[in-house]
Structure formats: structure tokens, C-alpha cells
């Protein structure tokens, strides 16, 4: 049975730093691409950021809104991922999944879709407050 699970949420002021990870179990994801995705209470999830296979560790896109705060990187021998978060916002609030595609060569338009990706974590709350 496929598991993806997602720890590192947790309280934080705004300004500061989280760091979310996902451990996968269950299949082999040494190939997949990997992807973090967030859902605020009464809107649609969202793409927050994507890391690519490849031989050399993975290209990465970001949403324009985490940008430069946001760092997704990859363990391809320990099957995780992570998204260092600093600089958080209110704005930032929300459960955060993390997702695996396993369909290769796909372009970052598909990678930044929900519809793409074949396993989901139960998520992780994040919330930015003071």
C-alpha cells in the first residue's frame, strides 16, 4: 500500500520558518517528480512548488507567491521530500500535501496541476499567526 506522510506543520509568527517533509512508502518513487500543493479553508488547492527527476537532482518551479521564501529539495535514497518555508505570511496558512507523479517527462504546466499526480499525503496544518 502506497503511503505519503507529511509532518513539520506547526504554529508560527509571521517571519518565521517552517520546514515541512514527506516519507514515501510502499512502491518505489526513486523516478517520480514531487510536488507541494495547499488548500486555505474554502478555496481550491493550490501549487506551491515542484521538484523534477533527473540524474542531476531535479529542476524546481515555485508559485510566484512563495518565490524566493520557498525551497523544495529531494532525498531520492531516503524517498522524501521537503519545503523549507521562511519568511512565512498569514497568507501562508493552510494544509499543505505533498503529492508524487510518476508518469515521466511531463512539462512544468502538468506539474503545477492537481490533476496530475497519483499519490497524496493527508496533508499538514501550517498557520501563521502572531
Known amino acids: 500500500q502506497v503511503q505519503l506522510v507529511e509532518s513539520g506543520g506547526g504554529l508560527v509568527q509571521p517571519g518565521g520558518s517552517l520546514r515541512l517533509s514527506c516519507a514515501a512508502s510502499?512502491?518505489?518513487?526513486?523516478?517520480?517528480?514531487w510536488g507541494w500543493f495547499r488548500q486555505a479553508p474554502g478555496k481550491e488547492r493550490e501549487f506551491v512548488a515542484a521538484?523534477?527527476?533527473?540524474?542531476?537532482?531535479?529542476?524546481?518551479n515555485y508559485a510566484d507567491s512563495v518565490k524566493g521564501r520557498f525551497t523544495i529539495s529531494r532525498d531520492n535514497a531516503k524517498i522524501t521530500v521537503s519545503l523549507q518555508m521562511n519568511s512565512l505570511k498569514p497568507e501562508d496558512t493552510a494544509l499543505y500535501y505533498c503529492?508524487?507523479?510518476?508518469?515521466?517527462?511531463?512539462?512544468?504546466?502538468?506539474?503545477?496541476?492537481?490533476?496530475?499526480?497519483?499519490?497524496w499525503g493527508q496533508g499538514t496544518q501550517v498557520t501563521v499567526s502572531s
Open positions: 510502499g512502491r518505489s518513487f526513486s523516478r517520480n517528480d
Open positions: 521538484i523534477a527527476w533527473s540524474w542531476s537532482g531535479g529542476n524546481t
Open positions: 503529492a508524487a507523479n510518476t508518469k515521466p517527462e511531463l512539462p512544468w504546466s502538468s506539474l503545477k496541476s492537481v490533476s496530475t499526480y497519483d499519490y
